[in-house]
């Protein structure tokens, strides 16, 4: 199994910018995928960008161009870098580690605690 540990959420101010960073138990270049989504009271959980074992980075529509997704290996770790931060932003983020495909097709893998992030002024 993979734990895995959201950090970096809070309040900002709209055009604000937050960085949140997901630590995994165990190195990330063995999970197939790592992802952030969101989820919104009352709204579907949403995908927000994913980084592949090998680097590959992917994501929603509404993150490019303000949202960037890395990692640090030797941390275990993975940043999602959210710019231009606007009140549609708002929402619980979290992380989750997919370690085979069919995982993360199902919306399976092993997930975070997630933790909130709120724009507003």
């Known amino acids: 199994q993979v734990q895995v540990v959201e950090s970096g959420g809070g309040l900002v101010q709209p055009g604000g910018s937050l960085r949140l960073s997901c630590t995994a138990s165990?190195?990330?270049?063995?999970?197939?995928?790592m992802g952030w989504y969101r989820q919104a009271p009352g709204k579907q959980r949403e995908l927000v960008a994913t980084?592949?074992?090998?680097?590959?980075?992917n994501y929603a529509d509404s993150a490019k161009g303000r949202f960037t997704i890395s990692r640090d290996t030797d941390k275990n770790t993975v940043y999602l870098q959210m710019n231009s931060l606007k009140p549609d932003d708002t929402a619980v983020y979290y992380c989750?580690?997919?370690?085979?495909?069919?995982?993360?097709?199902?919306?399976?893998?092993?997930w975070g605690q997630g933790t909130q992030i709120t724009v507003s002024s």
């Open positions: 165990e190195s990330i270049l063995n999970i197939y995928i």
């Open positions: 989750n580690a997919a370690k085979e495909l069919s995982d993360y097709f199902r919306g399976r893998g092993y």
């Open positions: 980084i592949t074992s090998s680097g590959r980075t």
